[in-house]
């Protein structure tokens, strides 16, 4: 029954193959260069994207390409690895394959590093209203509507109706809502502040629902604080311990029966892991994250991992394992050091560890909140931080190079390179 | 009846309203810059579009980004002029009104610069299968086409199916369609070579079928025979002298009666005008183009301009007006020079002459052809010169210290930046 080595295949490689290609998928399929086996990646899409970096586009200040890389340019050197663009339909764990909609792949590993999605806790109609931020797709979505609003704004002929046009609500608290709502102010404050004649971009209302009781949960209470006083700095207008009660044609209600008049919103209230649990039927948590054992595997099946947003996992320390791109490297690298040890026969790694270098969001044109153990920086200095961080971590160097210099001339003029409004009307 | 200055509007300075703000529109609001009127660009987009380099966006090669500015941006230092993003729906000639779908514009002076669509000459039912280059949802369209057509092949089954998929049709082989073919063609054998495991991107066909007895018929026979041997040397296959019949589902019909089984096709074989001469309700050309007076002018309104693709003029110099961008431009300046001539009641300006300062086509990485009056360029010289002068007029220094890092990386390494299949699927 094990499939250990070559040599217990008849001689063939054992065949790992990897679904998604995000943080995740994409390191342990690097990690698992060079190695006796066939590695096989399979994305719905031909992309990595750089996902801490989506807010920007969605505001304006970069475009898609500059935040994405092929999969296949990033493997080409890699000899034993393949890249499949395809959709995945169904794992097979009696069979040992993964289906997708073209084809079947048989596996000896399997590695699941699927992501999530947004979550609405049961009102997937609200998604139509307040899209999430996860794909290219949705970032050009919420850039057309936030630019659009401006020039219906500069359209309308009513005072009501300019205020409501220009009043942007984004729902959640943490890094992702924290960005969006500094990008929104700052867009509406600097980039578009001169382009106008009727409409004063600079009065435009962005206000940031959280339903708990501060902002940036995951940080110390000082960051939190440090957080919100910088937002308000930028003309956030901050809601924290209210949740959104609904959605309505241009109105957003509160829980507490106050309602704000709103045409454009973004949600970053919470994620639902990819349909993986399903495939593989096993058991879940309560956001549809797939249970794994310290090892990142399927309590009964030990070659099949699930790393990243997919997976739930409290660690060896007790550590319940965030769904950030750091923790997903980390995971997938562990799974591939894992499978390499298995081929190979030799002991098992020690259960997974995630290991905490810091947490970091930034605020706007230069201000941002990090935190690295006892190390605490805010403002300017965080900025930069995250700025050089966030450029080291970027896939390629002809994105990194592009990115530098946008930021370069954004920071120097304010002004935003993407101010595009595409796709078809809706 | 006249409404020649200031005076004789009651105080009340002479509207002048431009509709589109492509090259003409566009040249034409720059040149009314900082005389007494006031001055309304309406588009329904928010950018203005470098056309002449959409095909980069179709074949990943440059973002959409880098080859638009919002056309707020580019005028907002402008105090006599706004700009409105809005759709126009009618034209009032009696009442002297422009009609969108939220306001109506009062006008002393009309500019319609509205360009043009593509020409299937009476088989719309074609654009689906063969879409035309016009616009940045045109390009990220087919670059999803062309790049999902190497995935798929990837995919495929049978070598008959791979065959299919990696086969690329461009019809009509004006600059449009040589530069797509070109472009394509070294897609295939350069950027995409090495990054397939069982398909040969290098062995695409790319297929560029011209009606006419040759290419670029508005060049030299010189400059179209040397266009023909370089888009060759890249692997192209040109057919000239027979015209696309029919798409079938995955067979491009020509009409000797051969056929090509391709599924993805664009098609640059000619253009329409705007709806402008329906608006005007003046007479027009078989490409819908209104017939102007040797002013720009309708024969019975002078104070209703038409300009760019949506014009059709003999000029002075008996010299039909190309519809390229040049043209577009010194009409749009000539008649803002035009209208202020007429509102200071000088005399009229000599009928418009068209100043034809070259022609110029790109054929992939390294070579072009070009016409400057009695000289002739071809190869790496003419295409030097074809980059200095692209990037020389593209709107805003932003965009073109982009293109020339882009251009120099592409050129460095074969590398495309912006290979993104986006969109949702169709």
Redo the contacts between chains.
């Keep these: 029954m094990a499939v250990s080595g070559s040599k217990e295949n008849g001689g063939r490689l054992p065949e790992v193959v990897i679904i998604g290609a995000g943080f995740g998928g994409l390191s342990a399929a690097r990690a698992l260069a060079g190695l006796p086996l066939r590695v096989t990646v399979i994305d719905r ?3 990595h994207l750089f996902q801490p970096l989506l807010y920007q586009v969605a505001t304006a200040g970069l ?4 935040i ?1 890389a ?1 999969i ?2 990033i493997l ?1 050197g890699q000899k034993n690895t ?5 959709r995945v339909v169904g794992i097979d764990r009696d069979r040992r394959v993964v289906t997708t909609e ?2 079947t792949f048989a596996f000896d590993y399997l590695i699941v590093a699927t992501g999530a999605r947004h979550n609405y806790y049961g009102n997937d109609q609200w998604e139509e209203t307040a899209p999430g931020l996860k794909k ?2 949705d970032a ?1 979505l919420i850039r057309r509507r936030v ?1 659009l609003a401006f ?1 219906q704004a ?2 309308a ?1 009513s005072d009501a109706e300019v205020q409501r046009l220009l009043t942007f609500v984004v729902v959640g608290g943490g890094p992702t809502g924290v960005e969006m709502a500094g990008a929104i102010a700052e867009l509406a404050r600097k980039a578009l502040a ?5 409409i004063d971009p600079g009065t435009a209302r962005v206000i940031l629902v959280e339903a708990g009781p501060r902002l940036l949960p995951t940080f110390s209470e000082p960051s939190s604080l440090a957080a919100r006083k910088q937002l308000e700095a930028l003309g956030v207008e901050v809601i924290a311990g209210v949740a959104v009660a609904a959605f309505d044609a241009g109105v957003v209600k509160l829980a507490d029966g106050s309602t704000i008049e709103s045409n454009c919103a973004v949600w970053s209230a919470g994620v639902m892991a990819s349909p993986a649990a399903r495939w593989l039927n096993s058991n879940r948590d309560a956001a549809g994250r797939v249970l794994v054992s310290g090892t990142l595997t399927l309590p009964d099946d030990p070659r099949i991992y699930v790393v990243g947003d997919t997976a739930s996992l409290v660690d060896a320390r007790s550590v319940a394992v965030p769904g950030v791109a750091p923790a997903a490297k980390q995971m997938g690298r562990y799974a591939a050091r894992s499978i390499a040890r298995h081929i190979h026969t030799q002991s098992p790694l020690p259960p997974f560890r995630y290991r905490n270098y810091g947490n970091l969001a930034t605020l706007g044109r230069k201000a941002a909140v990090a935190e690295f153990g006892p190390l605490r920086l805010s403002g300017f200095p965080a900025w930069l931080l995250w700025s050089l961080i966030h450029i080291y971590f970027l896939i390629g160097h ?1 994105n990194r ?2 990115v530098i ?2 930021w370069a ?1 954004a920071y120097a003029t304010y ?1 935003r ?8 009307s809706e």
Excluded: C
């Excluded at 475009?63 to 500059?66: F, I, K, L, N, R």
């Excluded at 393949?82 to 395809?86: G, I, L, Y």
């Design positions: 899409r031909n992309y475009s898609p390409a500059q994405a092929p296949r340019r080409r393949r890249s499949v663009m395809d073209t084809q290219i797709d050009t630019l020039e500069e359209n002929t001169e382009d106008f004649r009727r002809r190079l592009g210099l946008d001339w002004d390179g993407a101010r595009l409004i595409t796709g078809s």
